[in-house]
């Protein structure tokens, strides 16, 4: 892109900031995880090239879940304690400086008849989109965290995951996932279905066991058919169960989940009461009174499919969400490393989204630039208008994505709508405005885009598209033939003095059938010639 004068490089909380609170290459990114148990937060800095650094875990227990699966519907106390937790989330989020934040939503609100009323509460209430994400979905980002985390190559690996509602079973080698499956086995939704007793009774044991039979059994079949070599597992209930464990064998590796501990911690937790259970060390009181069902659960995949221990992993379905979200948006990160400038980066992002002709806009913004600063005892203007006439030269013609017929008009609309974030908003309609009467009419009072400018706005509007017009026409064949444009302003005339490294006659007569805007913003033709 054309040089422009420098401006500090910022994360913008809002548009229009110029802040500088961040260096270039410090980008921090949030993903929230809307769970069926608890609400986790994550917040990570992104290195230049896509590497994360955890900066801040945020957790609370707030069981969205814990009355939904039996009745289908989210309680307004659940709610109302979940947006609490969410807009702390946000306001965290903020301090640390994020630039976005990514919030998915698993079982409890999936299945939810009124989960769609707390999604639309949120975004109107905290201004924060909260995406629902499929069983599926849920298990593979689940697999993309727990790959970031740990080394995956030489597999196949099993990887367990016990969430409130549902239960992520997934096989995985290096980079690839062998088996996807969710089931509502979730540590919440057993507990509401089966256990009612405290301690649990053994009919509802029984019951609750039967169940497992039914849902793992074929389940286990299939993936000891993928022969997993080793076996992780991850979530706040497996971080309990691996502490709770640890209390009782302390010379158990650490970050692993023995099954024989295990099955001496199960019996103990069907004999317990809840009571009893608040003071198990490692154990989260508000999980107490779901934990035998995960306890349980976990003991029967070790049964089924001989596992002796299980390694645990804290990183999972938070992680997966930011690894997810670069591998999406790695170009722009690609151009964040190499353009710093966030008002700059915004441009050149949104030119490569619109699949930019680059070549012929870098040149035709090199010649715009070069005829405003030869032009500027003319005009008048300073670097700011300079800038923004820069930038509507580059993106004059993105709306060719759309259609080349009336392309001027699409990249008015496409500017408009492009999430130029850095800009305020008369700075964007300005770009916009410029790559609108790039060709055809030059603005009137009849444009009303055009007319909602400011004064100072509209006269950049007229002079970028004048120039810019000229420039455009100078790359008529889109070969770059004009080196460098030479202006001698004379009391009635301008020369542009052409010179090129082969004939530019095309170049030079294509400009100055273009010229007309020119005559009439600045008071006197353009005359333009080979040098």
């Known amino acids: ?10 994360v913008p909380a809002k548009r229009g900031s110029r802040e500088t609170p961040l260096a270039p290459d410090d980008v921090r990114l949030a993903a929230i995880d809307v769970g069926s148990n608890s609400l986790h937060m994550i917040v990570c800095r992104i290195d230049a090239s896509g590497g994360m650094t955890l900066l801040s875990r945020s957790r609370e227990l707030v069981g969205l879940g814990r009355m939904s699966f039996p009745s289908k519907r989210l309680s307004k106390v659940a709610m109302d304690r979940a947006k609490i937790t969410l807009a702390r989330f946000v306001s965290e989020a903020k301090r640390l400086q994020c630039e976005k934040i990514i919030a998915v939503a698993t079982s409890a609100v999936r299945e939810a008849t009124n989960g769609g009323e707390f999604i639309e509460q949120v975004r109107r209430e905290l201004k ?15 697999f993309l965290g727990v790959r970031h985390g740990l080394d995956l190559s030489g597999g ?19 980079d690839k996932a062998l088996l996807l499956e969710s089931r509502k086995l979730g540590a919440a939704r057993m507990t509401a ?15 609750l066991l039967a169940h497992y039979d039914r849902e793992l059994t074929p389940l286990a079949a299939e993936i000891a058919r993928h022969k997993p070599v080793s076996f992780i597992a991850t979530s706040g209930a497996v971080e309990n169960l691996s502490t709770m464990c640890a209390a009782l064998a302390p010379k158990d590796p650490a970050g692993v989940l023995r099954c024989a501990t295990l099955g001496a911690l199960v019996d103990e937790l069907i004999k317990s009461k809840s009571e009893d259970r608040a003071t198990m060390q490692g154990l989260d009181d508000k999980r107490r009174d779901q934990i035998l069902a995960a306890a349980v659960l976990v003991r029967e995949v070790c049964k089924r499919l001989n596992v002796e221990q299980f390694t645990t992993c804290k990183s999972a379905l938070r992680e997966g969400i930011l690894v997810d979200y670069l591998a999406k948006h790695r170009p722009e990160f690609e151009v964040r490393r190499k353009v710093p400038n966030p008002r700059r980066r915004a441009v050149l992002d949104l030119a490569i989204r619109c699949h930019w002709h680059r070549e012929h806009a870098d040149q035709v913004a090199r010649l715009t630039c070069s005829l405003f600063d030869q032009l500027r005892p003319l005009h008048g203007m300073g670097n700011e208008e300079r800038e923004l006439i820069a930038y509507g030269a580059t993106l004059h013609d993105i709306g060719a994505l759309i259609s080349r017929k009336a392309h001027h ?5 496409l500017i408009m709508n492009g999430d130029l974030d ?12 410029i790559a609108r009467y790039h060709r055809k009419s030059p603005p009137s009072r009849d444009d009303a885009e055009f007319m909602a400018l400011p004064k100072r706005y509209q006269q950049t509007v007229r002079v ?15 070969c770059s033939v004009v080196n460098e444009v030479v202006c001698r302003t004379r009391p009635d005339r301008v020369d542009i003095l052409v010179e090129s490294r082969s004939d530019a006659e095309m170049e030079i007569w294509s400009a100055s059938s273009r010229a007309e805007m020119f005559e009439e913003v600045f008071g006197r033709p353009a005359v333009i010639r080979q040098a």
Do not use: Q
Request: aromatic fraction near 4%; charge should be negative.
């Open 1 to 10: 892109m054309t040089d422009l004068p420098p401006r500090p490089s910022t």
């Open 128 to 142: 924060l989109h909260v995406r629902v994400v499929s069983a599926r979905e849920e298990a593979r980002l689940i």
């Open 156 to 174: 196949p690996h099993m990887i367990l995951d016990i969430g409130g509602g549902s239960v992520e079973f997934i096989v995985a080698s290096g």
């Open 193 to 207: 279905k089966f256990v009612k007793s405290d301690p649990v009774d053994p009919k509802e044991l029984a019951a």
């Open 409 to 413: 008009k699409h990249s008015m609309y």
């Open 422 to 433: 850095p800009f305020e908003e008369n700075e964007v309609r300005t770009i916009a405005n």
């Open 464 to 478: 970028g598209a004048a120039l810019l017009r000229i420039a455009d026409g100078l790359d008529r064949t889109n």
